[in-house]
């Protein structure tokens, strides 16, 4: 799970697959209040996001994160392989989109400790 950052500024928690220096997340079928969601209109209006990624652990020495920060761009048909790899949920019911693809420009993390 991660969170998807957004212009005005939004944050949605998102599933996601990493394809290389490629971040892939879909409007899938979990329930939602409409299909004209904030995050795809304002992917339309600004492309610039942020996806973090964070562990957290009552001991602070394993706390980590990792973000991702990129150009986003919405389309309708994606291959669904990297996603249904990783969330099962997804064997079941493949997602259809639309599908929110992220080319990864700039990495950081950070971990309370070293590698």
Do not use: C
């Amino acid at each position: 799970m991660a969170r998807l950052a957004t212009s005005g500024p939004h944050v949605v928690p998102v599933t996601f697959a990493l394809e290389g220096e490629v971040i892939v997340t879909a409007v899938d079928h979990k329930p939602k209040s409409t299909r004209r969601l904030r995050r795809l209109e304002n992917i339309a209006a600004d492309p610039r996001v942020s996806v973090l990624v964070d562990h957290y652990d009552e001991e602070w020495e394993r706390l980590w994160w990792v973000r991702a920060d990129g150009t986003a761009r919405v389309v309708e048909e994606w291959p669904v392989d990297s996603l249904t790899a990783k969330y099962p949920q997804y064997r079941e019911i493949p997602p259809d989109g639309p599908f929110i693809v992220i080319d990864v420009h700039l990495w950081r993390h950070w971990a309370a400790l070293p590698d």
